[in-house]
């Protein structure tokens, strides 16, 4: 998908809708049921949509399960969001609102969808609705569940990023694979292969701590 272009837009402006309404479920009492309709649809919607398209990929695109499993980081964020909607904790809700919404926020901005053909369209449907539920979701339970994460915080959620970065990539050497990224960048983004991968490694930390930094910001003032 080219940067910017109308289609691109248009996912952008539906992802910003439906962070605003995230955060506007906080006129809602806690009680209501409108919260918990609004989590077990998301959880649903997601939850379909992920099961079916790797049915997909695996069954009818015959894409080798090691390259089909679910190990990318907005793949985890996905597992961590499901426990967000299902126990609402608040240690999996300030995942999903650090490395949750900033990966996934990463992938909106800069979409790598790979399929071609009749299945392209699908294909982008599927992957926005899931990197746009976890954007939301994160703000949902942050400012629409009044779930104020404390500052060390953005520390553990940074220190999870790089530990899973390291543990998944003694995994890729040994299947082939490049979950996360972490041997190359995104082949769809055309623009990041003019570099060398360590700096694009070194970019993309710097990105999460200084946008796990910002997104604390609103908080500051609340501490003691």
């Known amino acids: 998908m080219e940067l910017l272009s109308t289609r691109h837009l248009f996912w952008l ?8 309404g995230c955060i506007n479920m906080r006129r809602l009492p806690l009680t209501c049921r409108g919260h918990k309709l ?11 949509s992920e099961f079916c398209w790797f049915g997909y990929r ?3 695109a015959d894409v080798a399960l090691v390259r089909n499993l679910p190990l990318h980081l907005c793949d985890i964020s996905v597992f961590v969001m499901f426990v967000a909607l299902a126990t609402d904790s ?6 999903s609102y650090f490395p949750g919404v900033v990966g996934a926020l990463l992938a909106v901005c800069l ?29 949902y339970f942050t400012f629409g569940r009044h779930y104020r994460p404390p500052v060390r915080a953005v520390l553990r959620s940074y220190a999870a990023v790089h530990v899973y970065a390291v543990v998944i990539t003694p995994l890729n050497l040994l299947l ?22 360590w700096l694009f490694v070194v970019a993309v930390s710097m990105t999460f701590l200084i946008l796990f930094s910002l997104m ?9």
Do not use: M
Request: glycine share 6%; no cysteine.
């Open 90 to 95: 608040r240690r999996f809700a300030e995942l």
């Open 176 to 197: 082939g694979t490049n979950y996360f990224f972490t041997l190359s960048a995104p082949k769809q983004i055309a623009f990041i292969q003019h570099y060398p991968h």
């Open 58 to 60: 695996h069954i009818v």
């Open 13 to 20: 402006g539906v992802t910003v809708l439906f962070v605003v």
């Open 38 to 48: 609004f989590k077990v649809s998301v959880f649903s919607l997601v939850l379909v």
């Open 216 to 224: 604390y910001l609103p908080f500051v003032r609340q501490d003691p």
């Open 111 to 139: 979409p790598a969808i790979s399929e071609s053909g009749a299945i392209r369209t699908i294909a982008e449907i599927r992957y926005f609705v899931t990197h746009i539920a976890l954007v939301g979701i994160g703000f």
